[in-house]
C-alpha cells in the first residue's frame, strides 16, 4: 500500500471535523487509547469477512441494524438484551425466508459519533452547537456540555467495551439458543399476527432441531450460540487511528500482517465523508477489515466505481458492502445505473440497503419521522431492481430498538403521527421499534419466498 499510515488521512482534506480547544487533553486521550487492547480480534474480523464474501456471491444474506445513535446510557443490561433479541429473532424469520443463512451485524457497542448537517442548532430557542454524538459532546442543551471534550473519546472506548463484554458473555452463555427460541422474548406489545407468524417459523425450527438431534447432526454446528458482529459509522478519525494496529494475519502460512481497525469488525463510512481526495477514504483505504460505504443521490456512477478502485484496489469480493440510501422515491432513478456502473467494473461488493435515510422526512408540527410503507417500498423496489439487473441484494440496513418506541410511523399497529409523543426518545434519527423491526422482517423474508 503506497504512502498509507493510520495518521495518513491527517494530510487530507476532512469533512465533519471536530475541533477541540483543549489540544493537551486531545494527545492525552489518544496516548491512552493507543495502548489499550483491542475490542475485536483479527479472527473475529477475518470470519465477517469471509461471511460477507459469501453474501456478495449470493450465497448468505446479511442484517445490520440498530440505533441511529447510541449513548453512554445505553450500555445497560435492558437494552443490549432487547437489541441483541430483536436481531436474532429478526435473522431467524430472514433465514427461514431467504433460505439462506444470515450474518448479523449490529449498530452497537461504539455507534456514538453523529454526521451533522449544520455545526449549529436551534435548541429552546437558543443556538447552541450541535450535538455530535455522546463521545464528542453533550446532549445537554447547555453551551458548556456541547463543547467537544476528548476524555469523551476515552470514555467511548470503555462504553463500547463493556457493551462488547455483556454481548459476548450473553451469547455465550445461550442467549441465542436456537433450542428455545421463544425465550428471545416476544415483546408484550406484539400483534396477534405477528406473533402467530413468529411461532409458526419457530416451530418449524424446532422440528428441523429434533430431526437433526435424533440423526445426531447437532453436535458442534453452533445451534446453541449465534455470532453477532459489531459496527459502527467511522466518522472520529482520531479514535479510529488509534485502534488501529498492525497485526498478524491469522491463518497465513507466511507470517504477514496488516493494518486492522479493531473498535469493531465492521467500519463505514458515510454519505457525507466519503470524497474521493478527503481524510475518511484515505483512512478506510488501509484498513484490512470489511467496509461499508453509504451511497445516495448524489453519488455519480463514474465516482462510486473511482471510489471502489481507491478502497479495494484488488477487487477483493465482499470487502466493500454498498449501503444505498435513496429514498422510495428515489431509488427507482438511482440504483440501475449504479448497479451497472460496479458490474461493469468487475468489482463484486456486497448490496445492501438502508431503507431508512432516504425516507426521513417532518410532521407537519416539526418531529422528525419516517413512514413504515416508504421503509418496506424501498426495500421492495432494491429486490426487483437488483433482480432484474441480474445482481443480488444481499441485505438490509436498520434503525432499529429493541424499545417500544414511537418515532416511525405505520406497520400493523397503525401508528400514526398524532401517536409519535408518546415515547419518542430518538436522540438522532427515528428507529423502528420492535414491532415494526419484525414486522419488516416478516415481509422481507416473504419477498425471498415469492
Ligand atoms: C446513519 O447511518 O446514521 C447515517 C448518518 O447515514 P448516512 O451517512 O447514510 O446519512
Ligand atoms: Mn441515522
Known amino acids: 500500500m503506497t504512502d498509507w499510515s493510520p495518521n495518513s488521512w491527517t494530510t487530507k482534506p476532512i469533512k465533519q471535523d471536530v475541533v477541540y480547544e483543549d489540544a493537551q487533553g486531545v494527545q492525552d486521550a489518544l496516548r491512552k487509547l493507543e495502548k489499550l487492547p483491542p475490542l475485536v480480534t483479527t479472527q473475529e474480523i477475518n470470519n465477517l469477512k469471509a461471511s460477507l464474501r459469501n453474501v456478495a456471491l449470493g450465497k448468505a444474506f446479511v442484517l445490520q441494524g440498530g440505533d441511529c445513535a447510541e449513548l453512554f446510557d445505553y450500555c445497560n443490561q435492558d437494552m443490549i438484551e432487547a437489541k441483541v433479541k430483536l436481531l436474532l429473532q429478526m435473522s431467524l424469520v430472514l433465514i427461514w425466508g431467504a433460505n439462506k443463512p444470515v450474518i448479523r451485524i449490529a449498530r452497537i457497542a461504539g455507534q456514538f459519533a453523529k454526521p451533522r448537517s449544520s455545526p449549529t442548532e436551534l435548541v429552546n430557542g437558543v443556538e447552541m452547537p450541535s450535538f455530535r454524538g455522546d463521545n464528542i ?91 453477532i458482529f459489531t459496527s459502527h459509522e467511522g466518522l472520529s478519525l482520531e479514535y479510529e487511528q488509534t485502534l488501529t494496529r498492525l497485526l498478524r494475519n491469522p491463518g497465513s502460512a507466511q507470517p504477514t500482517s496488516n493494518f486492522y481497525a479493531t473498535s469493531a469488525h465492521f467500519l463505514w463510512i458515510g454519505d457525507r465523508t466519503r470524497q474521493l481526495d478527503g481524510a475518511h477514504v484515505e483512512f478506510f483505504r488501509g484498513i484490512a477489515n470489511p467496509i461499508g460505504i453509504k451511497i445516495g443521490p448524489s453519488m455519480a456512477a463514474g465516482d462510486l466505481v473511482r471510489l471502489l478502485d481507491v478502497v479495494n484496489p484488488n477487487k477483493e469480493i465482499g470487502k466493500v458492502t454498498l449501503i444505498s440510501r435513496y429514498g422510495a422515491s428515489k431509488i427507482a432513478q438511482f440504483l440501475p445505473a449504479h ?112
Not at 141 to 148: G, H, L, N, V
Not at 163 to 187: C, E, I, Q
Open 137 to 227: 459532546n453533550g446532549f445537554d442543551a447547555d453551551p458548556e456540555s456541547r463543547k467537544p471534550d476528548p476524555a469523551r473519546l476515552v470514555s467511548a472506548y470503555f462504553h463500547s467495551a463493556a457493551t462488547l463484554n455483556y454481548l459476548r458473555a450473553s451469547l455465550s452463555s445461550g442467549l441465542a439458543d436456537l433450542h428455545s427460541p421463544l425465550d428471545w422474548g416476544l415483546g408484550h406489545v406484539i400483534t396477534p399476527s405477528i406473533k402467530e407468524q413468529y411461532s409458526k417459523t419457530v416451530n418449524a425450527v424446532k422440528d428441523a432441531l429434533r430431526f437433526m438431534r435424533t440423526v445426531g447432526i447437532d453436535k458442534d454446528r453452533g445451534v446453541e450460540t449465534a455470532d
Open 339 to 450: 448497479i451497472a456502473a460496479v458490474q461493469a467494473s468487475g468489482h463484486l461488493p456486497v448490496w445492501q440497503c438502508d431503507p431508512m435515510h432516504g425516507n426521513t422526512q417532518a410532521t407537519p408540527s416539526g418531529v422528525k419521522t419516517r413512514h413504515f410503507t416508504d421503509i418496506l417500498e424501498e426495500l421492495r423496489q432494491a429486490l426487483e431492481i437488483h433482480r432484474a439487473a441480474g445482481s443480488f441484494l444481499g441485505g438490509m440496513h436498520l434503525e432499529l430498538t429493541g424499545e417500544a418506541v414511537t418515532e416511525c410511523v405505520g406497520g400493523a399497529a397503525g401508528l400514526t403521527e398524532d401517536g409519535l409523543g408518546e415515547r419518542y426518545t430518538t436522540f438522532c434519527d427515528p428507529r423502528l421499534n420492535e414491532k415494526q423491526a419484525l414486522e419488516l422482517a416478516f415481509l422481507v423474508a416473504g419477498f425471498y419466498r415469492d
